[in-house]
T-cell receptor
């Protein structure tokens, strides 16, 4: 049972465009939603994270939008660059549950020059 | 550079071999994790250590044996592995197992079973 559904599986964006990756969850006990970026041959790196008490969080070109009522959250990459080409994983964890992460299936992003 | 160091980066072993993967962090973190990642898939949790004690074993076969000798070091001992165990093995650490603690991943060991 996939508790965090991520879409699309792959995404191609032109340089300078906006990349949008979406995630949806069912379990309302989730209260922390990180995004990880993984380059080939590397481990996942924490990119940005949000808690459900805010609707948006921005760090540089990366923004998380959170819709608690719809149980959805998304990552927006503004002014996408070829160096952003990587696999992105959304994740979720529950409060007081030992910091266990439930990952989405991943999105392979390619930014064309 | 990642603050979680994993060695070796690559490992090829036969099904009868015994080998070990090593993970080290010097961030003072007291929670450490082993994950398995297959190609084009998200990481799957295998084990969690908290304050050097095993707290989670996600029904991992006994041919994988974790060990946490001290707060900075985590090992994964491998014996009699199967070809389907070929994968990227990732180590991660967090300050502790409290809520919302960021997990920091190493770059993994790419394991191939012949």
């Amino acid at each position: 049972q996939q508790q965090v559904k991520q879409s699309p599986q792959s995404l191609i964006v032109q340089k300078g465009g906006i990349s949008i990756i979406n995630c949806a969850y069912e379990n309302t006990a989730f209260d922390y939603f990180p995004w990880y970026q993984q380059f080939p041959g590397k481990g996942p790196a924490l990119l940005i994270a949000i808690r459900p008490d805010v609707s948006e969080k921005k760090e540089g070109r990366f923004t998380i939008s959170f819709n608690k009522s719809a149980k959805q959250f998304s990552l927006h990459i503004m002014d996408s660059q070829p160096g952003d080409s990587a696999t992105y994983f959304c994740a979720a964890s529950k409060k007081n549950a030992g910091n266990m992460l439930t990952f989405g299936g991943g999105t392979r992003l390619m930014v064309k020059p | 550079d990642t603050e979680v160091t994993q060695t070796p980066k690559h490992l090829v072993m036969g099904m009868t071999n015994k080998k070990s993967l090593k993970c080290e962090q010097h961030m003072g973190h007291r929670a450490m994790y082993w994950y398995k990642q297959k190609a084009k898939k998200p990481p799957e949790l295998m084990f969690v250590y908290s304050y050097e004690k095993l707290s989670i074993n996600e029904s991992v076969p006994s041919r994988f044996s974790p060990e946490c000798p001290n707060s900075s070091l985590l090992n994964l001992h491998l014996h009699a592995l199967q070809p389907e165990d070929s994968a990227l093995y990732l180590c991660a650490s967090s300050r502790d197992r409290g809520s919302n603690q960021p997990q920091h991943f190493g770059d993994g060991t790419r394991l191939s079973i012949l």
